[in-house]
Structures are given as structure tokens and as C-alpha cells.
């Protein structure tokens, strides 16, 4: 996204300022928003199935058996085959934690900015664009963004298509539904963490290949 403003030699010069920093500075909001809500989302899980297992050892008779793997390691390999439709509840921390962040930046950016001069908002948005690594790490994330968006749709549809399938067979369904925007919005924002991690993995596989 970065690469598409204009970038001129000089800080004095450089235009769309305050649509260059409000954007990047959404932007991070917005992923970072997404984060604390998976790992909201993770941690309640963990701490609630833990309580479970605990539960279930103390009803359980003893007996010489192997341990169970892990409760993270259960939780993630869960996780794993539920891709690509994650589990309304993931979607919903997903989703929410994003508008959080949304709102966070709400916040934080008046009182950051407000009443800063033209050239020092000229300044932050061309050392923004001036940053290499910065403008492809919004490569990475704009492509993720937009792949996230894709594959929530493509979520929701293949969510529903089970539940109906469930419902014909008289099973129980899973523990809730999330609206499409729900699925949108935290495709949106894993997407755009997917893309903060392919960025790093090939940053580092570039620099161990110059090595």
C-alpha cells in the first residue's frame, strides 16, 4: 500500500501526508488488534480446557496408560484441522480484537499528532516511505489482507454448508454462528498477520542465503 503515495526526494516536499501516516498507522492498529484477539482467544481456551481435563482426571478411574499430549499441543492440532474454516469463536476474538484496535487508534492518533506542525507530519510519512523494508512489509500485508478477505468468505460458506450437513443428520452443531462481516473482518486481519509472517520468513531466508 505504502508504494502506491508518492515519494519525493525531500521531506518538505512530500504530499498526501496525513493520508500516508492515518493509513500506516491504521493499518498497524488494526493487525495488532487482530493479535490480542487470537490470543485472547487462545489463552480462555487453554485455561477452560485445562479446568475440563482436570475435571475428567478426577472422575476418571486410575489407570497404567500413557499421558495425553499437552493441552497446547491438542488445542493447536485442533486448530490445524479446522483450516481453512476456523471455529466461530476464533472469528469472533479475531473480529473483535480488530475493532479494538480500530478504536484504539481512534484514541492514540489525536492525542499523538494533535496539534503537530504540516512538516512534521510531512516528515513521519516520508521517513514511512523512505523505509524499504517498511514498504515491503505493507506489500506482504496488503496481499495477505486481501487473501484473508477471500478465504473468509470461502470460510463462512464451507461453516455453514457443514452445519446444514449437520443439522440433516441430527448431529450438534458447533458452539455458535458468526455473521459474514465477522468472517470478513478477521480474515482481514489474520491475513494481514499471515503476511507479517511470510514477510519475516523470507527476510530471514534471504539474509541466511547471503550468509
Known amino acids: 500500500m505504502s508504494r502506491f503515495f508518492p515519494h519525493p526526494p525531500y521531506a518538505e516536499d512530500q504530499p498526501l501526508a496525513h493520508t500516508v501516516l492515518l493509513s ?12 490480542l484477539g487470537v490470543f485472547w482467544h487462545v489463552g480462555r481456551n487453554l ?11 478426577e472422575d476418571a478411574p486410575s489407570k497404567d496408560s500413557t499421558a495425553p499430549p499437552s493441552t497446547a499441543i491438542a488445542y493447536f492440532y485442533s486448530l490445524l484441522q479446522q483450516i ?8 469472533r476474538s ?6 479494538v484496535g480500530l478504536g484504539t487508534w481512534m484514541i492514540i492518533l489525536p492525542l499523538k499528532m494533535g496539534g503537530k506542525e504540516e512538516i512534521q507530519w ?13 514498504v ?8 495477505g489482507l486481501v487473501g484473508g478477505v477471500v478465504m473468509g468468505f470461502l470460510a463462512k460458506r464451507r461453516h455453514e454448508q457443514e452445519r446444514e450437513q449437520q443439522q440433516r443428520d441430527g448431529v450438534e452443531g ?3 454462528k458468526a455473521p459474514l462481516w465477522q468472517w470478513l473482518l478477521a480474515g482481514a486481519g489474520l491475513g494481514s498477520l499471515g503476511g507479517v509472517i511470510g514477510f519475516l520468513v523470507v527476510r530471514a531466508g534471504g539474509r541466511l542465503l547471503r550468509v
Open 136 to 143: 515491503l512489509l505493507d506489500d506482504w500485508c496488503v496481499a
Open 84 to 91: 481453512p474454516a476456523p471455529e466461530p469463536a476464533l472469528v
Open 122 to 134: 510531512k516528515d513521519y510519512s516520508w521517513r514511512i516511505l523512505e523505509n524499504r523494508g517498511q
Open 47 to 57: 485455561s477452560s480446557r485445562s479446568a475440563a481435563r482436570i475435571c475428567e482426571k
Open 174 to 176: 458447533s458452539e455458535g
Open 24 to 35: 500506516h498507522t491504521l493499518f498497524r492498529c488494526f493487525k495488532t488488534g487482530t493479535a
Open 94 to 99: 479475531a473480529s473483535l480484537g480488530s475493532l
